[in-house]
């Protein structure tokens, strides 16, 4: 119960930011010609960049497919896609997309994963996508700097360094036993200092944990070309995505813009918000790309491109995500009910 209020005030805060920001970004705005905009735009390019989107959470469930097998767990890339749409919806309503990873690996342990295993497969999959974040985003602003203001430089520094903090720690994880073995040490001399309850219990229970997660790391440690595929699979994913923004030109019949020009600014733009706290970084995203992209689509179109590529990239596919764990969850508790009638029977 304490979780469902959590994600539900979670929820209300999302949904409170998405209508704080279009209420900034569409109050001086004519929506009857914002509409006109909206109503001409090419849908084929719009098909494109929903097509994008699905082979972004395709790549990142082969990732998570292909480690979880190398640990001995069978699994299908079907499988993994569903994993994939319920951690971005929980990771789209909570603050630093906190809630994501955690309700991934309570689904794969409702299919009998090992937490062990599923953990690992997560954190190499965050391994990857953060390499290929920070390493897009600062080659990026080396070439297209002169479309960012000092106010964006800032947060863009601030989100490299949370992410290059975020990368540091998973690579301690998976490549260096001595190293987060003290992690865990620090992190119960704090909570002895916090003198939190049930604390040998909590101790053991993280001691278990790290012994787990090492001997199945150690294993991905010898078979190196596993991380090796999961990067090249994480620059496709970080590829695709990017280039919504670019479909969303085509859509408005903007000509003449170059897509390695659109995925180098998206890729700004993404790293610029990674390092904001609020729930999908609803208002900063949308802020950060009229700020990057407002050259390229001009002041009639760029709050409509606003509301197209945040639609695609975003909002439908939260919507999406939603259902399936709507499904997913009555589907549980369903097979529940039929356990208990069984037993009773």
């Not at 101790?203 to 010898?222: D, H, P």
Request: hydrophobic residues 50%.
């Amino acid at each position: 119960m304490k979780k469902t209020k959590k994600y539900l005030r979670n929820f209300i805060l999302f949904a409170f930011l998405i209508w704080l920001t279009f209420h900034i970004l569409l109050k001086d705005q004519n929506m009857e010609e914002l509409f006109e905009i909206l109503k001409d735009v090419k849908l084929p390019f719009v098909f494109i960049g929903v097509l994008c989107m699905a082979v972004y959470f395709l790549c990142e469930s082969v990732n998570m497919k292909r480690t979880l097998t190398a640990l001995g767990e069978k699994v299908n890339v079907a499988r993994c896609y569903k994993y994939t749409l319920i951690g971005f919806f929980y990771s789209s309503i909570t603050p630093a997309a906190s809630g994501g990873q955690p309700m991934q690996i309570y689904y794969m342990h409702r299919d009998k994963i090992k937490v062990a295993s599923s953990t690992l497969a997560l954190v190499i999959n965050l391994w990857s996508f953060q390499i290929v974040t920070i390493g897009m985003a600062l080659v990026s602003v080396i070439f297209y700097h002169n479309y960012i203001d000092i106010g964006l430089i800032i947060l863009f520094c601030i989100g490299i360094f949370l992410n290059l903090m975020a990368l540091t720690l998973l690579i301690i994880g998976i490549f260096s036993k001595q190293l987060s073995t003290k992690l865990v040490d620090f992190a119960k001399k704090i909570m002895r200092k916090l003198k939190i309850k049930n604390l040998e219990k909590k101790e053991q229970s993280i001691t278990e944990a790290l012994e787990k997660y090492n001997g199945s790391a150690k294993y991905i440690r010898k078979n190196k070309k596993i991380l090796l595929k999961q990067f090249i699979t994480a620059i496709i994913q970080q590829v695709v995505y990017y280039s919504v923004p670019f479909y969303v030109c085509m859509a408005f019949g903007i000509e003449g813009v170059s897509i390695i020009k659109v995925i180098a600014l998206q890729s700004i733009v993404y790293a610029t918000v990674s390092g904001i706290p609020s729930p999908g970084a609803v208002g900063v995203s949308e802020g950060a790309f009229v700020s990057i992209f407002k050259t390229i689509f001009g002041a009639e179109l760029i709050n409509g491109a606003v509301l197209l590529n945040r639609g695609i990239s975003f909002y439908l596919m939260v919507f999406i995500c939603a259902i399936v764990v709507l499904y997913n969850t009555f589907k549980s508790k369903k097979d529940v009910i039929k356990k208990v009638r069984k037993k009773c029977d």
